[in-house]
């Protein structure tokens, strides 16, 4: 089908200057590809597509994209690079026939007719996206299953749409700009302001990961000083992301919820390991020591412009639903949102995973608690959904990965146990088996 596509648009191409200069520069490829991230690229060939639909004609612009194809990573495996060559036909081509069918204008005749090459353009890109969605939700079924494909069109394709759909109108200005007289110079006129505000969007991508990345090794060297909490930040991120998730967060909120997830703890950087360590009861001031954590963890974070919302968790997530928690001793919906998620599944790992001085718990026994403890110490709501979603879903407990409690050890209390039961959770359903 795309042979075809390609075979009838090279036989009927107008090879002018559009085509030949916006044909180099779609070869060029790594031009409109600047990396967004560390490892995805975004590409905006179809704008040189939409341009030469009104410049020198459908066939041109198909041909033009199959040209685009040519400038593939060598590193992608061959059939890859089939699939993302027949893919830019087919996209082109969709594109070029809803532009024909609706009597797109070409040439001299756009600056004439120039509300009909908006609006009929426009349409000619939403064929272009919608034909490229359901070729890359096809891949998808086929490699990974239909929840894949739904997941790709509800978290990238749907999200994604709207700003691509504008960015076609670049295409439209390159056009009338090349029409009007501008000519070759409409090219950089059009190109490289989108390409410099692109380089600094991927240059603040980078600074985002490299913070990241800093906050994780606080995290790795947090959970060094105690072998039964390692991995606890990983699991309570993966356990509110599935939370935010059942109750259909936004995109970005779900993104600074699983940030939270993984910060919460990040302050115990600065608790002594000595304290971390006691094998036995704490004193009043290694308590306050170990109850400073969050105040540390939002020192820490500082003024990271993404990591705003994630403050107010880290601060909040030992509050108690009855407001008996620290630090603020906030209660009810008064305790930042995203801190009510965090406590829940901060206790939930706690109670499955195995400490010095007690074994863990089951999933189902640990849920017990939870509701048994909701409206106490955790948002009932957000209690139901936790519980709901991993009854759904399963948990992995971490009490495979970390050693057999100390039988000599003294009975003691880890701080995220503190956020369960009463007078420092001691007494409470929730911490564990008296001594």
Known sequence: MATAVLVVAAIHATID???????????????????????????????????????SGVASAVLVGAVGALSQDRRHPMLKKVFNGAQSVLCAGAGGLVFYLLGGPSGDEVLERPWDAIWITTAANIAWLVVNILL???????????????????????????????YGLLGILLAAAWLSGLGFFAVPLIFVPLYVSRWALSQYEVERAAQEATMRAFIQVIETKDLYT????????????????????????QLALEHAGLLHDVGKVGVPTSVIRKPGKLDDSEWDAIRLHPARGVE??????????????????????????????????????????IGIVDAFD??????????????????????????????????????????????????????????????????????????GGATGSAAGPAS
């Open 136 to 166: 890359l939700c096809l891949v998808l079924t086929l490699e990974k299953g239909g929840a894949a494909a739904r997941t790709f069109v509800r978290r990238v394709a749907i999200p994604t749409s709207p700003p691509l759909i504008g």
């Open 17 to 55: 200057l559009p085509t030949v200069t916006l044909g180099l520069l779609m070869f060029a490829g790594t031009v409109l590809r600047p990396r967004v991230g560390q490892v995805n690229r975004t590409s905006l060939d179809y704008v040189i597509v939409i341009a030469l639909y009104l410049l």
């Open 350 to 423: 706690c109670l499955t995973s195995t400490r010095s001085y007690r074994p863990a718990r089951s999933v189902e026994e640990t849920l017990a608690i939870l509701i048994q403890d909701r409206n106490t110490h955790f948002d009932p709501a957000l209690v139901d959904a936790f519980v709901e979603v991993i009854r759904r879903e399963g948990w992995k407990a971490a009490a495979v990965e970390q050693p057999a409690p100390d039988a000599t050890v003294e009975a003691a209390i880890d701080h995220d146990d503190v956020s369960l039961g009463s007078g």
């Open 230 to 253: 390692r991995g606890h930040s990983e699991r309570v991120s993966q356990g509110v992301s599935m939370l935010g998730k059942h109750i259909k967060l936004p995109e970005d909120r």
């Open 300 to 341: 820490l974070i500082g003024d990271i412009p993404f990591l705003e919302e994630v403050k107010s968790a880290v601060l909040h997530h030992h509050e108690k639903y009855d407001g008996t928690g620290y630090p603020a001793g906030l209660s009810g919906k008064r305790i930042p949102y995203f801190a009510r998620m």
